[in-house]
Each structure stands twice: as C-alpha cells, then as structure tokens.
C-alpha cells in the first residue's frame, strides 16, 4: 500500500511555482526605486497637497483663467518679450547684477507658465555664466521651475486627468499610476523641462516626491549635453566671426 503523500511536509503548488519561475521585476524600475528609497532621506520633509474639493469643472475653469493672466501680465509688461528670447534675457540677467540668477529663475518659471521652451533659459544661462556654472543653473532652475508649475497647478486643477473615463486617457495614465518614477524619468530624458509635460504630471495623480526625484534624475544628461552643445556652438561661431 502506497503510503500518502504528508499535505503539511510539501508546499502549496502557488509557492513551489513562486520559488521556481525567475523574478519578472523590470531591472530599470527596480534600480529605480532603489534610487527612490536612498533618496527618501533628502525628501522626507517634502509634503503632498491636500486633494481639492472643487467640482472638475471650476478646476478647469480655474486653471484657463490662471494661464491667461500669466500670459496677459506677460504681454502687457513686455516680460514675454524679453523670456522668449536669450539674447533680452541674457541682457537683462547681466544688467541684474548679484540679482541676475534670481532674475533667471524667475523667468525660467514664469515662462514654462506660459509655455516657453526651457532651452531658451538653458542658453540664456550659458550665455551668462559659461559651461559650468551655467549649466548648473540652467539644471537646478529647471527643477526649480518645474516643481513650481507643478505644485500651482495640482493647486488648482488637483487630478483633473484622472477623473477622465476615456479608455485612451485611462491606459495612458496607467502606465503613470503603475511606475510614476520610471515615467516621470523617461519623459523628462525625451521631453526635457516641455510645458505641456509639466502641465500633465501636474494634472495626472503623480506624487510631487516622485515627480521631483524623476524629474532631478531625467534632466542630468539633458543638461549636461545642452551645456556643453551650446557651448560649443558658441565657440564655433565667435572663431568663425
């Protein structure tokens, strides 16, 4: 007679299967998220926005009307003039004096508020304070700047995008909810400091800890290569003239 089996002494089929098939974990994400948890020091004082109440709507509304007196007063006062081009800049920051970096700062938020690329204060910045320092400054106004727009508008329009029932904006949003720091990273390494993309982490249900930290890793290489590109470009065209 064939003794049977002890069910106590063999493990569940669920753990045998477990312990055998490799880890599915993506390597990218994994090292990833053990960059977020080394960093969980540096942004444990960082808090998150209350969610807000408002229906969507008044968010919207709220929202337009935001980006409409920011392109207004920017008009009117001739500041969009002057942002939108890095030689004005470049003029205004130096005439600035020890003000001049706060000056650029400035400039480099209010302009990705009314959709200015972030290469026309990258270069200004260059142009102002050469390779090094410069390109330090473009890359910590940027973050800066970034993390700006994105709190002012999850202030006012909270997660507007996440109360979107359509199956596209929903399987987009996905891929955000599922690995935000992955996302986050990668876009900002394809999309750099673009307005439209601040407008959407900010409008998605991203965390701000997520948010910055990908945002800080994704514009390292980015920053590197503008700084020394345009750099060259500029040494180039001073020997040619």
């Not at 089929?13 to 998220?33: F, H, I, K, M, V």
């Not at 920011?70 to 205004?92: C, F, K, N, T, Y």
Request: proline residues 7%; aromatic residues 8%.
């Amino acid at each position: 007679m064939t003794p049977s089996p002890n069910p106590e002494s063999s493990p569940p089929a669920e753990a045998r299967a477990d312990s055998s098939s490799p880890s599915s974990e993506d390597p990218g994400e994994s090292a990833l998220s053990g960059l977020a948890e080394s960093a969980e020091g540096f942004l444990s004082g960082v808090g998150e926005l209350p969610p807000t109440k408002a229906p969507l709507w008044v968010r919207l509304v709220g929202l337009v009307l935001m980006i409409v007196i920011l392109v207004v007063i920017g008009r009117v006062s001739g500041l969009a003039e002057v942002i939108g081009s890095p030689e004005r800049l470049q003029a205004a920051v130096e005439s600035a004096g020890p003000w001049g970096v706060a000056i650029l700062i400035g400039a480099f938020t209010l302009g990705l508020f009314i959709q200015v690329p972030g290469i026309v204060f990258a270069t200004a910045a260059i142009l102002c304070y050469g390779r090094l320092w410069g390109g330090l400054l473009a890359y910590f106004g940027a973050v800066i700047a970034c993390s700006t727009v994105f709190t002012c508008v999850r202030a006012v329009g909270g997660s507007a995008l996440d109360e979107i029932e359509k199956p596209w904006v929903r399987k987009i949003l996905a891929q955000i909810d599922d690995h935000p720091l992955r996302t986050v990273t990668l876009l900002r390494l394809v999309f750099w400091s673009s307005p439209q993309l601040n407008y959407a982490f900010a409008l998605s249900k991203v965390s701000f800890r997520h948010h910055l930290l990908g945002t800080m890793i994704g514009l390292i290489p980015i920053k590197i290569a503008v700084a020394f590109g345009i750099q060259e470009a500029i040494d180039t065209l001073r020997a040619m003239f």
